[in-house]
């Protein structure tokens, strides 16, 4: 039982490989190069996301604040596009702490973008494609 709750709280797997993509003006982004996985003609992979200011939850109805998420990024090597599906937001920085909210999102309602030239979406997909 004690496991399961530090389990629980601990966002980070000991396996994850965690290398920087860069930061901008909302935080810093990583992404767990251990993660990458080929599904549906896609590739996804985990992307952290360590915010610069805390994050108001929406929708709570509290002063509930994250400083981190987890995401699952989908990318589509060939259109060297990408999307955003499923998050994890966590109290701490690192996907650490208490897990506050995981909203799910289908992969069918995942919208494909491209990215910014020179963005961390870019470098993101340069990691999990190759340039």
Known sequence: ML???VLATTGL??????L???ENSI???????S???TTRS???????LNW?????LMGQGSKTYYLSEISTAYFDCGNRQLGFGSRKMYAQADGRGQLLLAPQLAYSDVKLQDPIPGSTGERAIEAVCGK
Do not use: N, Y
């Open 35 to 37: 993660s990458i996985v």
């Open 52 to 56: 610069h200011r805390p994050q108001l």
């Open 27 to 33: 935080g810093s982004f990583f992404i767990d190069k």
């Open 13 to 18: 797997t000991a396996h994850a490989e965690w």
């Open 42 to 48: 896609v590739r996804q992979a985990q992307i952290l």
């Open 20 to 22: 920087p993509l860069g």
């Open 3 to 5: 496991l399961g709750a």
